[in-house]
Nanobody, 125 residues
Framework: QVQLVESGGGSVQAGGSLRLSCAAS????????MGWFRQAPGKEREAVAA????????YFADSVKGRFTLSQDNAKNTLYLEMNSLKPEDTSMYYC??????????????????WGQGTQVTVSS
C-alpha cells in the first residue's frame, strides 16, 4: 500500500517562499507519477504540479508557472514543491498525490489513487 506523508506547510507573507515535501513509501516499482493538488474552502480541487517517472515530463497549472518548481530525491522517494513569489490566492490545503503505472504527468489528475493528509499553506497580503 502506497503511503504519502506531507510536510512543510505554514504561513507566509505575500512574496515569500515555502517548500512542501512528500515522502512516499510502498511503491511496487518506479513507474509512478507524483504531484500536488490544492483545494481552498468552497472551491474545487485543482492540480498544481505533477511529474512523470524519471522526470520525463512535468505539468504546472498556469497560475503557478514560473513561480513553483518540482524536484525529487529518488533515494528518499521524496517529492518537493518549491513555491516562490507566493500570492494570497495560493492559500489553500495542499495535497500530495501519486499514481502507479503512470507515465505522463498530465495523467495524474485522472489516475491519482493515493493521497496525503494535506498541509495548509496560508499567504497573507
Amino acid at each position: 500500500q502506497v503511503q504519502l506523508v506531507e510536510s512543510g506547510g505554514g504561513s507566509v507573507q505575500a512574496g515569500g517562499s515555502l517548500r512542501l515535501s512528500c515522502a512516499a513509501s510502498g511503491y511496487r516499482d518506479s513507474n509512478n507519477c507524483m504531484g500536488w493538488f490544492r483545494q481552498a474552502p468552497g472551491k474545487e480541487r485543482e492540480a498544481v504540479a505533477a511529474i512523470a517517472p524519471g522526470g520525463v515530463n512535468t505539468y504546472f497549472a498556469d497560475s503557478v508557472k514560473g513561480r513553483f518548481t518540482l524536484s525529487q530525491d529518488n533515494a528518499k522517494n521524496t517529492l518537493y514543491l518549491e513555491m516562490n513569489s507566493l500570492k494570497p490566492e495560493d492559500t489553500s490545503m495542499y495535497y500530495c498525490a501519486a499514481a502507479e503505472r503512470c507515465y505522463d504527468a498530465f495523467a495524474l489528475s485522472v489516475l491519482a489513487r493515493y493521497w496525503g493528509q494535506g498541509t495548509q499553506v496560508t499567504v497573507s497580503s
